[in-house]
């Protein structure tokens, strides 16, 4: 499987299972995400984890990683500034199709929306200077 420019061996990927132990086992929080970033770069050459900052309604955000069976899900309410995000352990999930499209269309409405203001801004400023 080809994802983000890396060859990816999904056998070498941890189980959601193996995933949400050793969260469990080390805080539950992206700083325990580093030992699989680490193996997951040396192995496939990327951590094949994203974050992903906005709220779904239920939860603040999510990071993203690849298992498996799919992608995990690792919703976060709280960031630390040292451990992060921390995850909502009881709430981890594979995304199916309908959250991975809502995701999407989330972002891409964030985005629009985001790039629309700041041109705005751009061409405010500009001629404030001017």
């Known amino acids: ?6 060859n990816i061996d999904i056998s070498k990927l941890y189980t959601l299972d193996s995933l949400i132990g050793h969260l469990k086992e080390n805080g539950g929080s992206d700083r325990a995400l580093s030992s699989i970033r680490e193996y997951y770069f040396e192995t496939f ?6 974050r992903y900052p906005l709220s779904n309604g239920v939860h603040a955000g999510t990071v993203i990683i690849a298992v498996k069976e799919g992608f995990a899900s690792l919703p976060y309410d709280i960031m630390d500034k040292d451990e992060y995000e921390i995850f909502e352990l009881e709430y981890v999930t594979l995304f199916n199709e ?3 499209q809502s995701f999407i269309s989330d972002w891409k409405n964030f985005s629009d929306d985001l790039l629309s203001v700041l041109n705005e801004m751009l061409l405010m400023v500009q001629k ?3």
Not at 1 to 6: D, F, I, T, V
Not at 45 to 50: K, Q
Request: glycine letters at 12%; charged letters at 10%.
């Open 98 to 100: 309908d959250a991975l």
């Open 45 to 50: 050459g990327n951590e094949l984890i994203w």
């Open 128 to 130: 404030s200077s001017t």
């Open 1 to 6: 499987m080809l994802l983000n420019g890396a």
